[in-house]
């Protein structure tokens, strides 16, 4: 490989480039050909700049100029022609992502950081087809002068190692990534891989049934990629998988809650049973 191996590249345009995700594992592996790194609870979030502007982009290509204005004009360190992949994400006291003050973005302003953990394109050159640890190399020649932007850190180290320091500090879970993937744009293939510490589920209530005491049962479904699926009726302490008329259903409305998984499947009201539902972040 030359020793300037970007100049080699193939010439592309910076856009937005749908991210790759993270195929969600109960066990991570050993091994040198694993990177890895802490798993950030946010948004993820694409910038780009070209023809000196800089757009910051939603993983659903939604703009978040305006949202985020300070980390799009934070990215204007970014070189003309440069596309950049990372996680938007509201530190705590102790230094930790908290996806609750992230959703207080106003008031907590001062909390929201930019951490890129990625470099697709660089000056006009597409980098998706090096290997992940030459974009690493290249990503490491970026400056950010703002407090606004940083860019995440990646470990060497045994995953067992990494993620008994996770569960001490209470971090969300691991990511690994393996050191020669490319970038896959808009798949979820094996190469990246997460294993979460917290099993919360961000869930879509879709509408309600009202009862004597208030609510009767929430329609919830999750996301799978773009779309929405039903997944579960919420009833009382219980989720059943959700077979609620919809016709009967009130005005839809949105909310996000940590709702456990159930490890348990038994008859219930809507006669599917309790099932839990395959997170998706």
Known sequence: MPADPVRSLPKTKAVFVEPMDCLPVSRLPEGSRWLWELKLDGYRAIGVKSAGRVRLYSRNSKSFDKKFAYIAKALCDLPDDTTVDGEIVALDDD????????????????????????????????????????????LATLKFQSQWISIADYFEASSGTLLRAAREQQLEGIVGKLRDSRYEAGKRSGAWIKHRLNLGQEFVIGGYTSGPHGLDAIIVGYYQGKDVDPATSVLGQSLVWANAPFGSASMLVMWMSAVPKFPICRGERYGVGVCPATPTV
């Open 95 to 138: 230094g930790r992502p908290s996806f609750n003050l992230l959703q207080n973005f106003v008031s907590e302003a001062g909390r929201i950081r930019y951490f890129v953990f990625d470099l697709l394109c660089h000056q006009g050159r597409d980098l998706t087809g090096l290997p992940l640890i030459e974009r690493r190399k290249a």
